[in-house]
């Protein structure tokens, strides 16, 4: 069992401490230490030189007790979603939340607390183990950009765990979508709308046919589309001459995302020319998705440590990314364990200690389980 006392101690530090992305290096600074004194060897990497952020990926290595047993990381971010500078952390009931006017960071400091204490629990208790590595990432929350420019050269194992997803916690995400961005922009034509609209092109109508044209929301079970963003005019006497659109779509199937991508650009192309208006249609690829079998090892590892803990079980699909996106296109499989954080991204969010205490378990577990494989 792992030392709940200690555990939320840790947590509840590392949620008063404000990190939002980029600004990691005040955590970094407290979590590197902790690990090297539980005997833990720190790197961190110079991803930050790319993200702008102010401190790399912090990479730990805790080298095996066995033999034979598969090389395995641990990975959560340090980043949150939004600047907590004010922070007042309530304990009610055996849930921790804020006070409603912040959001709490339990994503993803919910997940890394259970890694680290779990690892202390292994070391403490001389529990067998192989080489494992943390993978403590930053700006996740920017579109997962330490993951991105981490220095793989530094990953050692290989298979990997990511701590960042809801509860319950035992359940395990197999698959994610690969997503793509659109930045658009329709060039109409100015105009004086009183004197003489005739001669405008209004870009905000192209913008409103072509969006009312297009299949957005839930394309189908695997599919997602969505316009995000949408700027342009500057007057009411002013025949719009510019607006410039964000869109995003996703989907667990590459080929159905080519589709809808492609359906997207057309949409604006079609109507655009419609009007005589010119667009520019640019297409991001953001990051791969990836689809795990429940025959992987990587899932076969995690799933009997829930069991073997009596942890609901299942195996689940993301609509979004994660590191584990990253980690999965490096080729180290890579799966997503749900931890206890709820109503992430919004001043409601909030986690119950037990389910802290449940993922730290599961942390300890996966390493036994993944040890039983030496010498099969
Ligand atoms: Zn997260
Ligand atoms: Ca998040």
Sequence with gaps: MVNKERLVELFLEMISVNTPAKQEKVLVDIIQPKLESMGLSCV???????????????????????????????SSHFDTVEATPDIKIIVEDGVIKSDGTTILGADDKGGMSPIIE????????NIPHGDIQLLLTVSEEIGLLGARYIDQGLIRARMGFVLDTGPPVGTIVVTAPTQETLDVT????????????????????????AINR???????????????????????????????LRLEARSRNVTKLAHQV??????????AEEFGARVDVRVNHMYDGYRLSSTDDVVKIA?????????????REAGGGSDANYFNSFGIPTCVLATGMKQIHTHEEHIAIDDLVRSANWVVEIVKVAACEAGK
């Design 118 to 125: 779990g690892i202390h629990t292994i070391i403490e208790q």
């Design 262 to 271: 492609t359906h997207m650009r057309d949409v604006f192309e079609d109507v």
């Design 44 to 74: 961190r990497d110079v991803a930050h030189l790319v993200t702008g952020g102010d401190c790399g990926n912090l990479i730990a290595t805790l080298p095996g007790n066995v033999e034979g047993a598969p090389p395995i990381f641990f």
């Design 303 to 315: 799933n009997k440590a829930a069991e073997n803990l009596g942890l609901p079980t299942g195996l």
């Design 186 to 209: 329709i060039h109409g034509k100015p105009a004086h709308a009183g004197f003489e609209p005739e001669k405008g092109i209004s870009a905000i109508q192209v913008a409103a046919r």
């Design 214 to 244: 297009m299949k957005l929301g839930r394309i189908d079970h695997e599919t997602t589309a969505n316009v995000g963003i949408i700027n342009g005019g500057k007057a009411t006497n002013i025949v719009c001459p510019e607006v410039k």
